[in-house]
C-alpha cells in the first residue's frame, strides 16, 4: 500500500472516530474513549519497549502522575498550562528514571519499573497523608465524556504519528540494533544511551499525558486508583498481543483487548485478575511476536 | 607521514589477572598487521581497548593523531576505526542490507535516504553480497555471514579496520576468498589491524607482525623473521619445539 493511501485512509478513519460520539449514546463514547485511551499507551509503551526489548512495568507510574498532576493544578491554572506541567513532570521524571536505569538489562529492569510505580504510588499517598493532610482529590472540569475521547483521539493520532515517523528514520533502525545487540550497534556508530533515553522520556511523556486528559473522567482521584498496577500490565499484554514491533500491532492488540476486558469486568468482576492472568500466559506462549507477525507467518506459509 | 594507529603503555589489570602489561606499538598508514600469540595473550583484550569496547587502566591510543583512549565505542567508531568481533554478530531482527545501512547512518559521514541505500549496495557487492539485501540474516551462510560483518564495519567509512578473527572458521576455498577481500582493502590503501591464528592468512596479509604472549609484546618485526624466532615458537609450542 502506498504511504499516500494509508494516510488518506487513517485520515478519513480518524474523522468516523471524531464524529462517532455525536450520533452514538453515551455509553458506547466512553468505551470508545477508554478504547483509545489504551491504544495511546500501547502504542506509546511499544515505541520504547518494543524494538529495545525493555520491559516496562512503569507504565501507571507516568499515567498516575499525570492524573495526579490534574487533579492537584486544576484550579490553580488553565486547563492547557496543567496539561503542559503534567507533560514536563513526566518528561522530567523519565529522565531521572531513564538515567539511573537503562543500565539495567532484562529482568532487573523490568523489577525495577514495577518497584518504580508502586514508590511513586506511596510516595503520593505518604504526601497527600503527611503533607497536604488529604487523601484523594476532586477534579471538576466542564468536561462531558466526549470531549476528553475528542483530546485522547488527537494524542492517539499524534503518537501514531510519531511512531511512523521513528520507524522510517535512522533513529527507528538504531532502535531496532540496540534491541538486537547493544554493542554492535555501539561499536557502528550509535550512541546507546543517548537513543534509549530518548526514546524512553518520549514514551513516558506521552503515557502521563494519557493520565492527564482521562482525569476530569474520574471527579474523584485517590492514588489507588489512578496508580493501579492493572494498567500496566493491561498496556503490555495489549502491545503483545498485536506485536510491539510494528506501527499498528499495539492497536490491533488494544482494541478486542479493551473490550473483553471491559465485559470481563462487568461480567466476572471477581474472577478478573485470575482471567487476565491466564490471558497474559496464553498471549505469551501461542504468540510470542503478536498477532500481526503470526498472519504474516500464515500468510507466508500459505505461499510456500 | 604521522602514524595511523598508535598505542603507547597500554595496560589492563582484571582483578589480579594483568592481562595486558605495557603494550606499545604503532601502525602507518595503508599497513596490514597481524597481532599473533596464543589464546590468553591479550590481543583481543588490546582490539577491545582500541575500539572503546573497554576502558584501559593505563596508557594512550592515538588515531590519526587524536586521542581516543577515554572514548566511548560509538565516538571511536565516528574517528574512524571500525571492527569485526571474533564471533560474527549479524543483527537478526535487521535485514541485510539494514545491517549494513545502520553503520552508513551513524558512521563517519552520516548518510540517509536514496544515497544510503545505493552505497549499501555497494558495500555489499564489495563482499559479495550483491542483491541479496532484502533477505534475513538468518538464512546467511557462516562465510556470508562473515561477509556481512565486514560490509558493517566498511559501512562505517573506516580509516583504520580491526579484523579479529574473521577469517577462523572457514575452509580452505572460503580462506582464498577472505584473503583476497582483505587484499583488495589493502589495495585501497586502508590500515588494517589483523588477529589471526591461521598462518597461511599472516603470511599473505601481513607485511608485519606483532606477537603477544602473557599480556606483554614478545616480538615484533617483518612477518617471515618473526614467526621463525626461538621466542615466538616457545610461546605457541613450548619450550621442547624452541
Not at chain 1, 493532610?133 to 475521547?149: A, D, W
Not at chain 1, 498496556?235 to 483487548?257: C, E, S
Not at chain 2, 583512549?69 to 564471533?87: D, E, I, N
Amino acid at each position: 500500500m502506498k504511504v499516500q493511501t494509508a494516510f488518506v485512509l487513517a485520515a478519513a478513519a480518524l474523522v468516523v472516530l471524531a464524529l462517532a460520539p455525536l450520533f452514538i449514546p453515551d455509553y458506547w463514547t466512553g468505551v470508545l474513549l477508554g478504547m483509545t485511551g489504551y491504544v495511546t499507551l500501547a502504542t506509546a509503551w511499544a515505541m520504547f519497549s518494543g524494538p529495545t526489548r525493555y520491559v516496562s512495568l512503569a507504565t501507571v507510574a507516568f499515567f498516575g502522575v499525570g492524573a495526579y498532576t490534574v487533579a492537584v493544578l486544576n484550579e490553580a491554572m488553565p486547563y492547557p498550562l496543567v496539561l503542559l506541567c503534567a507533560a514536563g513532570i513526566g518528561m522530567a521524571l523519565a529522565l531521572v528514571v531513564g538515567l539511573s536505569t537503562l543500565r539495567l538489562a532484562g529482568v532487573y529492569f523490568v523489577i525495577f519499573t514495577f518497584g518504580l510505580a508502586e514508590l511513586v504510588r506511596q510516595l503520593v499517598s505518604w504526601w497527600e497523608v503527611n503533607v497536604t493532610y488529604t487523601m484523594g482529590r476532586y477534579v471538576f472540569l466542564p468536561f462531558e465524556g466526549r470531549h476528553i475521547y475528542w483530546q485522547l483521539l488527537a494524542l492517539a493520532a499524534v503518537t501514531l504519528l510519531i511512531s511512523w515517523a521513528i520507524g522510517r528514520s535512522r533513529l527507528g533502525l538504531a532502535l531496532k540494533a540496540v534491541g538486537d545487540d547493544e554493542t554492535v550497534a555501539a561499536h557502528a556508530g550509535v550512541d546507546v544511551t543517548r537513543i534509549k533515553l530518548l526514546l524512553f522520556v518520549i514514551s513516558a511523556t506521552i503515557i502521563t499525558l494519557v493520565g492527564a486528559i482521562q482525569a476530569p473522567r474520574w471527579t474523584y482521584i485517590e492514588p489507588s486508583i489512578v496508580f493501579n498496577p492493572t494498567v500496566s500490565f493491561m498496556t503490555l499484554i495489549m502491545a503483545l498481543l498485536g506485536g510491539a514491533m510494528r506501527l499498528w500491532g499495539p492497536l490491533v492488540g488494544a482494541v478486542p483487548l479493551f473490550l473483553l476486558f471491559e465485559w470481563l469486568s462487568v461480567s466476572f468482576p471477581d474472577h478478573f485478575s485470575i482471567i487476565l492472568g491466564l490471558l497474559f500466559i496464553l498471549i505469551v506462549f501461542v504468540m510470542p511476536n503478536g498477532v500481526l507477525a503470526r498472519l504474516e507467518d500464515l500468510r507466508k506459509g500459505g505461499r510456500a | 607521514m604521522s602514524a595511523q594507529l598508535e598505542i603507547a603503555n597500554l595496560h589492563k589489570r582484571f582483578g589480579g589477572l594483568v592481562a595486558v602489561n605495557d603494550v606499545s606499538f604503532t601502525l602507518r598508514p595503508g599497513e596490514v598487521v597481524g597481532l599473533l600469540g596464543p589464546n590468553g595473550s591479550g590481543k583481543t583484550t588490546v582490539m577491545n581497548m582500541i575500539s572503546g569496547a573497554l576502558p584501559s587502566d593505563g596508557g594512550r591510543v592515538r588515531v590519526g593523531g587524536v586521542d581516543i583512549t577515554r572514548m566511548k565505542p560509538h565516538r571511536v567508531a565516528r574517528q574512524g576505526v571500525a571492527r569485526t568481533f571474533q564471533l560474527v554478530r549479524p543483527l537478526p531482527t535487521l535485514s541485510v542490507a539494514e545491517n549494513v545501512l545502520l553503520s552508513l547512518a551513524f558512521g563517519r559521514r552520516r548518510h540517509w535516504g536514496r544515497e544510503a541505500r545505493d552505497l549499501a549496495e555497494e558495500k555489499l557487492a564489495f563482499v559479495g553480497l550483491a542483491g541479496r539485501g532484502e533477505e534475513q540474516v538468518g538464512n546467511l551462510t557462516y562465510i556470508d555471514q562473515k561477509r556481512l560483518e565486514m560490509a558493517r564495519a566498511l559501512a562505517s567509512e573506516p580509516e583504520l579496520l580491526l579484523l579479529d578473527e574473521w577469517l577462523a572458521g572457514l575452509n580452505p576455498s572460503e580462506l582464498r576468498i577472505g584473503i583476497d577481500l582483505v587484499q583488495h582493502l589493502q589495495g585501497q590503501g586502508m590500515t588494517v589491524l589483523l588477529v589471526e591464528h591461521i598462518m597461511e592468512a599472516v603470511r599473505a596479509l601481513c607485511s608485519r607482525c606483532i606477537v603477544m604472549s602473557a599480556g606483554e609484546v614478545i616480538a615484533e618485526g617483518e612477518s617471515g623473521e618473526v614467526l621463525q624466532r626461538p621466542a615466538v615458537i616457545k610461546a605457541y609450542l613450548g619450550d621442547d619445539h624452541a
